[in-house]
């Protein structure tokens, strides 16, 4: 026999003072009467899920149904080949389009003078700072070095006035 635990006997003193005899009764059958209620819900729900899905792949065959090669008409020409013969042919020279670069003279610039500008593939006029070097030139001033992310730094003053430039010796 199990020895009723200390809350259960406290619900039982509260229980028999405050509500008439009936209540626990009461109290019993209107949980079942929910229960019993959520359970015919569920197999409700689970029934109209059958039937979607039955009304759902009577459809596809349906559908397959009215698709399938014994209901297609048939294309038979009578005594004829099934299929058009196309013979091609190539254009006359006089209807091809061709190009030809112009002439010396008959060139048209839009202004007198074209400066022509070249870059080179190696770096001969400066080299790259690293991140120490960076530092020293700016030691005069309060700064940091912050990393965004691989290969990627940005150098922040603290004083905003500094990132506008400032005299260097």
Known sequence: MNRPTDNQRLLDDVLSEAMP??????LLGETLRLA??????????????????LGLLAGLVWQNRLHSPATLPSVVQAGGNSYQLVRTELLPVSATVTTQPLAT??????AETVNVV??????????????DELLT?????????????????????????????????
């Open 21 to 26: 005899a009936d209540f626990r009764k009461a």
């Open 36 to 53: 019993g209620r959520r359970r015919r819900w569920r197999q409700t729900n689970r029934v109209a899920a059958w039937l979607v899905t």
């Open 105 to 110: 003279g008959q060139r048209i610039a839009s």
């Open 118 to 131: 070249e870059t080179e593939a190696s770096h001969r006029g400066f080299r790259v700072v690293d991140d």
């Open 137 to 169: 030139l700016v030691s005069a001033r309060p700064a940091a070095l912050v990393h965004l992310g691989p290969h990627s730094e940005r150098l922040v003053f603290v004083n905003p006035a500094d990132e506008k430039g400032f005299p260097v010796n």
